[in-house]
C-alpha cells in the first residue's frame, strides 16, 4: 500500500509539473499585465492634475525626513495635499499616493529612490514632478551600482526630466549634487553652509539633550529655526526643505515655525526614552556612511554614560571584517561601552586595544538584550545603529517594556517591531545559542581576568573543538579532537577527565607544558564551559590554541591565524563570545565537501568514507606539528 502511494504520488508531480510551469508563466504574464494597466491608469490621472504642484525627492540619505518637512512646510502655507507615507518609494507606491492625489490638492510629495542602475525611470515617470530636490550622493546601494559616479549619474534623472517651467533644489554642499546644475536650463535654487548657496545655513548646534537647530538666509532675510532632530547631519534635509518652501511662495519664517515641532521619523536619530535611559534609534538602515554622522551626535552628546550598540553596516568596499574592526575603535573613541551584534559581531573584537576596552560581541539579539538588562542604568544614552531589515534592533528598546518572544536573527519585515504579529511568537524550536539561554547570569563572567603570561612558566592549552556524542568519532566536526590525540600521543599521557567539563591531557613537549583539552559541551554551547575551565585552570584567552575544522579549506589542508572573528563557525562564536575576546590562536583544518551535496548539519555529522581517512590522519599530524610550532613562537596577535 505504501509502495502504491509513493509510485502515485511520483506520477502525479510528474505529470503536474508542465502544468505547474505553465500556471506560474500565466501568473506572471496577469501580474505584468495587471501593472502595465495601474501604469496606464496612474500615468492618465497625473495628467488631470495640472494646478497640483508635484514635488519629487531623492538623494542618498536623509529623502524620508526631507520629504515630511517639505509636506509640513506646504500644508501650513497650502493647506490640503498627500505624500507618499514612511519610506514607501517603489513604483507601487507611487501609483498610490498619485492615484490617491485628487485635483483639490495643492502639492504632492513623493520621496524617490533609485536601488539599482534605471530604477528612477518609471517613478519618473509616474509622477512627472516639477519640482526636484536632491539631498546628497554618497554610497547607499554602492554594491548595486559600483562607482559613486553611477549613483549621482541615476539620481540626476529627477533633474533632468524636470520641465522648463520647475524648480530644482540643489545641495550646494555636495559637488555631485551642485554639478546638476548643467543638465537643468531652468530655476535653480541652492542651498547649504557654502558661502554662495543661495539659501544659507549657518550657527548649527545640536549637543544632546538639545535638538538641533540653525540660522538660516535667504536674500537677506534671517531666521532662527527650531527642530525636534537629533544631529548636525539633519542639515541638508533641513535646509533643502526651507529651499524648497521658499521656492514655492512660503515665507522663510512660516516654513521656519512649520517645521519646529515635526518629530523625527521613525529609526532616524529618533529618541525613545524608558526608565530614565534613552535610546536614539538609527536602526532603520546603515550604509558606511551614515555611521560617522550618528558617533559624531554622540561624541557631542552629554550623558552620564554613552553606549553604542551597532548591527549590520551596509554599502562599502574591501574587506567585511576589516571594516567592523575600523567602526569598532571608532566606537570606542566616543561610548563608554560599544556593543556589536549579529553576523559580524565576533570580528569587532578585535577593536580592542587591550583588556579593559568595553567592547561586547554578541551572535543574537536575546543575548544583547540580556547584557543590556543588567547593565544599563538611568540616565544612559544608547545609540541603536543598525538595518531594520537585517537586525530589527528595536526589540531592545521593547524587550524593557515587556516579555517579548521573538529572536528571530534574520526578518525581511519592514514594519515596525511594535506592530509585528510575530513580536509575541517564539521561534520553532530555537536552541539554546539562539535563545541565549547560555549566557551567564553574572556579567563579570563574560570574560575572564587578563593576566601576564610567558611560555616559560605558563602552560599552551591547546582546545580541540568536537561533539562528544556518541557516533561522532571521525566526523569533519571531530577533527579537531583527532589532532590533540595525536598530541596525546606525543605526550604519552593518557585522557583524564575534568568532571564533566572536559577531558584533559597535560605533560612538556620539547621542554614545554602543554595542556590539552577536549571540550565535553555541545559544539553550539562550548564557550560557557570552557570560561568555567579558564577559571579552574587558570589561564586566558592570549594562551590558548583552538584546533577546528573548517568548511571552506579543502580536506586535507590545514591554515593557521593568530586571531579573528568566527568565520562562521558556531563553537568558535560560542568562545569567543563567551570571553568576548578574539586573541585564539587558530589551527584550521579543511573539511569542504567532495562530490555528493548534503546540508551542512548532515555533513559535519556524518563519518569520512574510508577513502578519504587517510588524508584526514595525515592532516591531523600536520594540525599537530603546527600547534608545536605555535609553542615556540613569542604570542604575537597583531597579524590575522
Not at 550604509?287 to 554599502?315: C, N
Not at 517591531?417 to 556579567?443: F, I, K, Q, R, Y
Not at 600521543?489 to 602543554?514: S, T, Y
Request: glycine residues 8%; proline residues 6%.
Amino acid at each position: 500500500m505504501h509502495l502504491t502511494r509513493a509510485w502515485g504520488s511520483v506520477a502525479k508531480a510528474l505529470l503536474l509539473k508542465p502544468f505547474d510551469k505553465v500556471a506560474q508563466g500565466l501568473r506572471w504574464r496577469l501580474r505584468h499585465l495587471y501593472n502595465r494597466g495601474l501604469y496606464w491608469l496612474t500615468c492618465r490621472h497625473r495628467r488631470r492634475l495640472r494646478d497640483t504642484v508635484f514635488v519629487g525627492v531623492t538623494g542618498s540619505a536623509g529623502k524620508t525626513t526631507t520629504k515630511d518637512l517639505i509636506a509640513s512646510i506646504l500644508q501650513r502655507h497650502l493647506s490640503t495635499g498627500q505624500k507618499n507615507p514612511g519610506s514607501l518609494n517603489w513604483p507601487e507606491d507611487m501609483v498610490r499616493v498619485v492615484l490617491g492625489t485628487g485635483r483639490s490638492d495643492a502639492y504632492c510629495v513623493t520621496e524617490m529612490s533609485a536601488h539599482g542602475p534605471g530604477e528612477m525611470d518609471l517613478p519618473l515617470a509616474l509622477v512627472r514632478p516639477s519640482v526636484g530636490v536632491v539631498t546628497n550622493v554618497g554610497a547607499d546601494h554602492f554594491s548595486a551600482f559600483k562607482s559613486i559616479g553611477a549613483i549621482a549619474q541615476e539620481k540626476s534623472k529627477l533633474i533632468s526630466s524636470l520641465p522648463a517651467d520647475g524648480v530644482a533644489i540643489l545641495n550646494a554642499d555636495d559637488p555631485w549634487v551642485l554639478a546638476m546644475r548643467s543638465q537643468f536650463p531652468g530655476r535653480i535654487i541652492t542651498y547649504g553652509l557654502a558661502a554662495d548657496a543661495m539659501l544659507q545655513g549657518g550657527a548649527i548646534a545640536s549637543v544632546w539633550p538639545e535638538r538641533f537647530s540653525l540660522t538660516a538666509t535667504w536674500k537677506g532675510e534671517s531666521t532662527h529655526v527650531q527642530t525636534q532632530l537629533c544631529g548636525t547631519h539633519w542639515a541638508s534635509a533641513v535646509l533643502a526643505a526651507l529651499a524648497t518652501g521658499v521656492a514655492l511662495g512660503v515665507p522663510l519664517a512660516v516654513a521656519a515655525k512649520a517645521i519646529a515641532n515635526e518629530p523625527p521619523f521613525e529609526g532616524r536619530m529618533a529618541p525613545v526614552t524608558v526608565d530614565g535611559i534613552t535610546f536614539i534609534r538609527d536602526d532603520w538602515k546603515a550604509p558606511l556612511s551614515t555611521v560617522e554622522p550618528a558617533f559624531e551626535f554622540m561624541r557631542q552628546a552629554r550623558a552620564p554614560r554613552k553606549v553604542i550598540v551597532i548591527g549590520t553596516i551596509s554599502d562599502y568596499p574591501g574587506d567585511s571584517a576589516r571594516r567592523y574592526v575600523q567602526i569598532g575603535r571608532r566606537a570606542l573613541a566616543v561610548a563608554d561601552c560599544v556593543l556589536f551584534v549579529g553576523r559580524w559581531a565576533s570580528a569587532a573584537l578585535r577593536a580592542k586595544r587591550d583588556g579593559h576596552d568595553q567592547l561586547w560581541a554578541f551572535h543574537s539579539l536575546a543575548e544583547a538584550t540580556s547584557f543590556l538588562a543588567a547593565f544599563l542604568a538611568p540616565g544612559d544614552l544608547v545609540l541603536l545603529k543598525g538595518s531594520h531589515r537585517a537586525d530589527h534592533l528595536q526589540r531592545l528598546i521593547l524587550a524593557r517594556m515587556s516579555a517579548i518572544q521573538c529572536t528571530r536573527s534574520h526578518c525581511a519585515r519592514l514594519q515596525s517591531c511594535d506592530a509585528c504579529p510575530l513580536l509575541h511568537v517564539p521561534l520553532h524550536g530555537p536552541t539554546a545559542h539562539e535563545a541565549g539561554t547560555n549566557m551567564p547570569a553574572d556579567l563579570a563572567s563574560l570574560a575572564v581576568a587578563s593576566r601576564p603570561t610567558g611560555a616559560d612558566q605558563s602552560p599552551l592549552i591547546v582546545i580541540g573543538l568536537g561533539n562528544p556524542e556518541a557516533g561522532r568519532v571521525n566526523t569533519p566536526h571531530n577533527v579537531g579532537y583527532l589532532a590533540l590525540d595525536v598530541l596525546a600521543q606525543r605526550l604519552a599521557q593518557e585522557w583524564v577527565a575534568a568532571g564533566d567539563l572536559a577531558m584533559v591531557a597535560r605533560g612538556r613537549l620539547h621542554g614545554l607544558p602543554i595542556c590539552l583539552i577536549k571540550p565535553l559541551a555541545p559544539m553550539n554551547d562550548i564557550g560557557p564551559a570552557l570560561v568555567q575551565l579558564a577559571r579552574d585552570f587558570s589561564f586566558d584567552a592570549s594562551q590558548c590554541v583552538l584546533v577546528h575544522d573548517d568548511l571552506d579549506l579543502p580536506i586535507g589542508v590545514v591554515r593557521t591565524r593568530m586571531r579573528g572573528g568566527d568565520g562562521g563557525h558556531r563553537g568558535v562564536r560560542s568562545i569567543l563570545q563567551a570571553f568576548q575576546d578574539d586573541k585564539f590562536r587558530r589551527v584550521k583544518m579543511g573539511v569542504a565537501q567532495v562530490g555528493k551535496q548534503q546540508s551542512v548539519l548532515d555533513y559535519v555529522l556524518t563519518p569520512f568514507p574510508p577513502a578519504q581517512l587517510a588524508v584526514v590522519d595525515a592532516a591531523s599530524r600536520t594540525a599537530a606539528d603546527r600547534v608545536v610550532e605555535f609553542m615556540r613562537q613569542p604570542i604575537s596577535h597583531d597579524a590575522a
